[in-house]
Every structure is written in C-alpha cells, then in structure tokens.
C-alpha cells in the first residue's frame, strides 16, 4: 500500500512503534479489523467491539504473517511489530486519511436522508464506462466502513464512489476529513435519525457538513426539487448544480413513464456533455420514480468527468441492483420487490409507490422503522394511510411500530368511500407472520418487502422464495 510504512504509520496516529527498526520502512499489503482475513505483510487493527475484542487474536494474526498490529493495550515480550495506540478506533481513521492523501483518485461523496445506495449504485454504473470505479459496498459507510473502503482502493483506481452515512452530528464532518470529496452529491434532506438530528434543518446542518473537507475547487450535486436543499445557494464561493422534475433550474426531466416493475424511461435536459448533446432518452431499469433522480445526479456526475451523453446513458441503462435495495426477484411464481435492507418514512413511501406500478395482485409486507424520534407511531400510521391512498391489495405487517401501519391503511380505507380495498394482516413479530404468510400469498403475487434493518426481513425474502 503506498506510503503505508509502519514509521509513517506510527507518526499518522502517534503512537508508540514497538519492535525492530529495521521494519520501519516496510510498507504493509492490506489493512483489516477481521482477524479472518488478515493476509501476509498485513495490518491488523485490533478493536474492542461489543462482542469480541480484537487483542484477543493478535497472536493469530502474527501467525498467519501480519506485519503489525495497532494495539491499545502494550504486549510485554511480543518480538513483532506493533504500534501502541490510545485509540484503535481513532488509528483507524487517521490512517484512511494517510493512505487516502497518499492516491491521486478522484472522490465522490454521497450522502443524503435516503437514496445514497441506490445513487451510489447509479454513479458507479455511470462512471465505470470511462474508468476504473470503485466503489462503497454493503453498509461500509460510516466511520469504520468508510476507512475499509479507503483501504480497498489502489493506485489504479481512477475514481472513487463513496457513500457517507450518519446518525449524529459531526459524524460526517469526521467522514468528509477522511474522503475528501472532490464531487459532493445529495440527495435529499428527508426524517431519518430524528432522534439525534432532532428536525429537518438539524439534519440539512449534519448532511451539509460533508462540505468542510471537500477539495475547495470542487463541485456539489443538490437535489433542487428538495426545499431545504435548494435553500443552498454557494459552497466555497460556487454555485451548486442542481437536478430535479418541477425545478428546472438545472439539470431536469420530463416525459417520464412508468414501464412497471422493468424501471423508467424519460428524457434528461440540461445535461453539458463531452460530445455537447444537453438533452437525451434515457432508461433506467429499476423501478421506482425515485430512480430518476437518482439518474439526474448520475448524468451531472458523468458529465463533470467528462463522460459523452451516449455513455452516462449507456452507464445508466446497464444499472444492476443488489440484494436488499430494490432488487427484483422473479422466483417460485413471485415477483419480489427485496428492499429490505433499511427504511424510514420517505423509502417507505417510494417502495410503496414502486409497488403500485405493478400487474397483478399488489402484497406489501412491512416491518417496524426505527431511529424516528418521539413521533414514530404517527409516522408509521401517516405510512399506513398513504398506502391507504394506492391499489395495494394486501398489507401485511409485523412488529409493535407496523401496527401503527396496518392501523392507518385500515383507517383510510374505512373512511374513504372510493378508496382501492385493501386486506390487512397483523402480527406481532416476524416469526409470527412467517408462520403464517403462505397461507395469505397466491402465486403470481408481486410483494414488496421491506422494514428496518434490525427487523432482519431478508429472512421474509428468504422464506417467500420457498413457499
């Protein structure tokens, strides 16, 4: 890894460096925090978590040939390297930033309340039809999964596709020190960690700190349909570029039309490509009206790399999906929607929305939201009620929260005369529900899944496959 000598390491997290001087200038392979996977002429970061303590298997880690180990604790008559540390956790960050100002890569930052997946998704896809991309992967956002994927990156790599996740703030001015973003990307300032961030603006102030270490010649990517985004007039002096649909400010689309659960095809303007074309057709073949913007941001980023229009729309047409977010499953007779990977009331709604494109029998299989604040239940009842508002044909819930759900839809559908008839199923728990779902589903059934991560709803998507 380049500069990643155990001397520079060392005055990186000022620590104490342990062992022969003649290692000093060795740079190491590989950096883990997974005694798994440590490799030789690696670094082995030993923290303490909740369940396991990393120290206990730093001698493993010497056996299988790691180079060095950060340590907290000192290691008497330990003859390797190691590097003493007040913080493993702090080690950890401080040496992503040594790597990351070590490599000439170009960064792009996304964060944003939902969509950063799904965007990230979108701008890689785009990106990597002129470079060598790499990009975040699983849930490696925040700030131990973001210096990991520092650490993946080579000098090969062109560009670097990061996503950012908080639930604090300061959390992603941390982040933003270690990235350092050369393109910003938000994409929305919607209710999420509420408990922390308090309101909307307490989450626009925490969002927007990714702006403090950004390259002070960058360029920000705003969603200008968002009203607390659009609010965002300069960053170091230069005007934001903006995407939307009703703001046509900057970059915009129009045409859009739903092509059911095969995604959404509509026309980009305002796009200043390398071949000059500023409007152009594009399909995206996730489904979902959120998918355009998130289209609209990939064609800024591709534009501001220089990328032609025939290749950000190439870039955005070859989009695949992942397991968890939106992922389309066509198995046993069902038609999933698995985006059960996270949700909060925004994702929710769009999921929803997403499912209501679909031909056939509409199930939605919900599961509790967490992280929302004192007024989780009104807004998983406000949750309930727009479904209530949608041809979905059966609602399924599970969990103490969901019911607040299942209470809204029945609400609505009761009170509004016209309103599509949905059946509404209620259990307690995930395993209550299991033991009951396949006797609700029928095959040709397309069912959304989703609910918090907690929730562990990849086990409904799981069991619906074998039903």
Avoid at 67 to 78: F, H, Q, R
């Amino acid at each position: 890894m380049k500069g990643m000598t155990l001397k520079a390491m060392t005055e990186a997290v000022n620590g104490i460096y342990h062992g022969s001087s003649d290692n000093l200038e060795n740079e190491i392979t590989a950096v883990t925090i997974d005694s798994r996977t440590v490799c030789e002429g690696g670094l082995f970061v030993a923290i303490k978590g909740e369940r396991s303590d990393g120290h206990d298997y730093i001698g493993q880690c010497f056996e299988k040939g790691a180079a060095c180990v950060i340590s907290e604790k000192e290691l008497p008559g330990e003859t390797h390297s190691y590097i003493q540390v007040q913080s493993s956790l702090q080690a950890l960050k401080e040496l992503a930033l040594l790597y990351r100002n070590n490599l000439s890569v170009k960064v792009v930052g996304i964060t944003g309340s939902v969509g950063k997946t799904s965007t990230k998704e979108t701008i890689s896809s785009v990106l990597s039809e002129k470079y060598r991309v790499l990009k975040t992967l699983g849930n490696y956002n925040n700030e131990i999964g973001l210096p990991l994927t520092v650490f993946r990156l080579t000098p090969e790599d062109e560009i670097a596709v990061l996503e950012m996740g908080i639930s604090d703030f300061g959390e992603m001015e941390r982040l933003s020190k270690i990235a350092k973003p050369d393109v910003c990307v938000i994409t929305n300032i919607g209710l999420c960690h509420l408990e922390n961030l308090g309101t909307r603006d307490g989450i626009l102030k925490a969002k927007t700190e990714i702006f403090k270490h950004m390259n002070p010649e960058g360029i920000v990517i705003l969603n200008g349909d968002d009203d607390k985004l659009e609010t965002i007039s300069q960053v170091n002096g230069k005007r934001p570029l903006f995407f939307g649909i009703s703001n046509k400010e900057g970059v915009y689309a129009d045409d859009i039309k739903s092509l059911g659960l095969d995604g959404t095809s509509f026309t980009i303007h305002g796009v200043h490509t390398a071949d000059k074309f500023s409007t152009f057709d594009v399909t995206v073949p996730v489904p979902g009206h959120h998918m355009v913007y998130n289209a609209m941001a990939a064609a800024l980023v591709g534009s501001v790399f220089g990328l032609s229009s025939i290749e950000i729309e190439r870039g955005i047409r070859n989009l695949k999906t992942i397991a968890g977010r939106n992922n389309i499953i066509k198995e046993n007779g069902f038609t999933i929607i698995d985006d059960c990977y996270n949700a909060n009331p925004v994702s929710m709604k769009a999921s929803i929305d997403v499912l209501d494109t679909a031909i056939g029998r509409k199930i939605a299989i919900l599961g509790d939201m967490f992280e929302l604040g004192e007024n989780e239940k009104q807004m998983h009842y406000d949750v309930g009620m727009y479904l209530g508002t949608k041809n979905i044909d059966v609602l399924i819930t599970a969990g103490a929260l969901a019911a607040n759900i299942a209470e809204g839809t029945r609400n609505y559908v009761n009170t509004h005369y016209n309103a599509h008839r949905c059946e509404v199923h209620q259990f307690k728990t995930r395993d209550d529900m299991l033991k009951c779902i396949g006797q609700i589903l029928n095959k040709d059934d397309n069912i959304l899944i989703k609910a918090s991560h907690g929730m562990e709803f990849s086990k409904v998507v799981e069991a619906v496959k074998t039903i």
